[in-house]
């Protein structure tokens, strides 16, 4: 089901490695809703990954950026102004995270902390670059639109999710003091999604993800929200239809952030579910 309501938007998606990424498939998304869309990830991310088969199939033209780096997210804005022939672009999608603590199972209380350090720069700190960029050389058009991936762990302790809860935490704070400064400026909306877990290569990377999948999807009432509804949502959001939403956190999660316990989940426990 489409609707067109990007028609005419430009936008740009960050953190489409394969088909599994959240990024690959709000951009598969956007695209049927009719928008224009640039996309970007590590420079090496995009050699080893199948970024350049999703950028045929949405006629969209890859560009390679570091989001730790000031100078290669100036040098995509300059890029995107040339594609989209000076015009303005309309939104922004974070889909970007890495934690070297829980890849080389470094636990929360043992942190390397020029890991945790890294991981808060690619994780969190990166979005800050992202806005403050593009606030600096007025990249966004009025009514934009800015949304980042976050989980809950920001707000609830998930022990495995490590360090990965505190970037979120800041990834969090940025979107809505970012999105205060946005909303002056030039009515830009800054918010964060706090989405159902998925099995992605990010997200597999956490030690004991398909327990901690069943076991949200158990505690849900509507079950995990899965990707292709979090796309919809993404592209709602990048519409003109949620023009004065800024500056939240919001879960599309099936009712897990709301949920204490569920009786599937006691059902399970007591071996009562096969
Ligand atoms: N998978 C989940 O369960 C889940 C749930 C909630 C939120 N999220 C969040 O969604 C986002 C996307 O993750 P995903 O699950 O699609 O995994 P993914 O591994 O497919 O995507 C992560 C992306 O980050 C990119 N990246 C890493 N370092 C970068 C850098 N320095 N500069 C630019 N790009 C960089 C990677 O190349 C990759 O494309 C992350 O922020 C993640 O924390 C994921």
């Not at 951009?27 to 080893?48: H, M, T, W, Y």
């Not at 609830?156 to 490590?162: D, G, K, V």
């Not at 099995?199 to 993800?209: C, H, K, L, S, V």
Request: proline share 3%.
């Amino acid at each position: 089901m489409t609707s067109k309501i990007l028609k005419g938007k430009k936008g740009i998606i960050f953190g489409a490695l394969n088909e599994q990424s959240i990024a690959w498939q709000v951009a598969l998304k956007c695209r049927q809703e009719g928008a224009d869309i640039v996309l970007s990830n590590l420079p090496i991310a995009i050699r080893f990954s199948d970024t350049e088969k999703l950028a045929a199939d949405i006629q969209a033209p890859v560009f390679g950026a570091d989001l730790t780096k000031i100078e290669d997210i100036e040098k995509l804005y300059a890029f995107c102004s040339r594609h989209f022939k000076k015009k303005k672009i309309d939104f922004i999608l974070h889909s970007v995270a890495n934690s070297l603590n829980i890849r080389k199972k470094h636990p929360y209380t043992e942190l390397n902390y020029e890991y945790y350090q890294k991981t808060l720069d690619v994780s969190a700190v990166s979005f800050h670059k992202v806005l403050q960029v593009a606030y600096q050389k007025d990249v966004l058009n009025e009514w934009g639109s800015v949304v980042a991936m976050t989980y809950i762990a920001a707000q609830r302790i998930f022990p495995e999710y490590n360090e990965m809860s505190d970037a979120k935490a800041l990834l969090e704070a940025i979107a809505r003091n970012f999105g205060y400064h946005y909303a002056i400026r030039r009515n830009v909306r800054v918010n964060t999604i706090s989405q159902s877990p998925v099995a992605t290569r990010a997200g597999t990377g956490i030690n004991g993800f398909m327990e901690f999948m069943d076991y949200a999807d158990h505690m849900s009432p509507l079950g995990n929200a899965p990707v292709a509804d979090l796309a919809s949502f993404c592209a709602m959001l990048f519409s003109d239809y949620t023009r004065y939403i800024t500056m939240q956190n919001i879960f599309h999660d099936g009712g897990f952030s709301a949920t204490g316990l569920s009786e599937k989940l006691i059902h399970e426990m007591r071996g009562e579910i096969k």
